[in-house]
Structures are given as structure tokens and as C-alpha cells.
């Protein structure tokens, strides 16, 4: 085995702390413009799909890692397509 079990608790919670500090530049410019027209919301559904189908994984491996850094993806997604559907109906109201 490459790593022991700290080792590995380790690993996996950097990598999820990575992966979902991307999302965090994102929502800090969407609340700032209100716009994120440049935002797919295909990618957004897409995305939080395959974080929910790694919760599914990671509760048939019993693996806290996985679930812990997918449903924090899937709350992330879905506050960017929360916001990105909240400021595209209002531009279309104004």
C-alpha cells in the first residue's frame, strides 16, 4: 500500500479542499457583478449529477472523504446555478 490510513485521510481531505476552493472565486464574482451569463448552467446540472452519482460511490465504499468533498460540490454547484438563474430572471424583469 502506498499510503497508510492518516496518510490517505490526508490526502483526500487537501484534494477535496482544493477542488472546492475553485468554486469560491467564482461565487465571490457572481455575487459582486451579478452576472454570470458566462456561466453554463448544463455544466452546473452535469457537475452536481456526477458529484451526486460519487456520493452514491462513496457510500457503497463507505468512504467519508468522498462523500464529504461531493455533497460540498453539489451545495457549491448549486449556489452558482441558484445564482446564475436568480440574476439572469432579474436582468430579464429590468
Not at 38 to 64: C, H, Q, R, T
Not at 70 to 85: E, P, S, Y
Request: glycine content about 8%; aromatic content about 10%; hydrophobic content about 55%.
Amino acid at each position: 500500500m502506498l499510503f497508510d490510513e492518516l496518510s490517505l485521510g490526508i490526502l483526500a481531505t487537501v484534494a477535496g479542499i482544493i477542488i472546492l476552493a475553485g468554486w469560491v472565486p467564482q461565487i465571490i464574482k457572481g455575487y459582486r457583478t451579478k452576472m454570470l451569463k458566462d456561466v453554463s448552467k448544463y455544466l452546473m446540472i452535469l457537475i452536481a449529477v456526477g458529484a451526486f452519482l460519487w456520493i452514491l460511490y462513496g457510500v457503497e465504499k463507505d468512504d467519508p472523504y468522498i462523500i464529504g468533498v461531493n455533497v460540498a460540490a453539489i451545495a457549491l454547484t448549486m449556489t452558482v446555478l441558484i445564482m446564475k438563474l436568480r440574476y439572469e430572471s432579474h436582468k430579464m424583469r429590468v
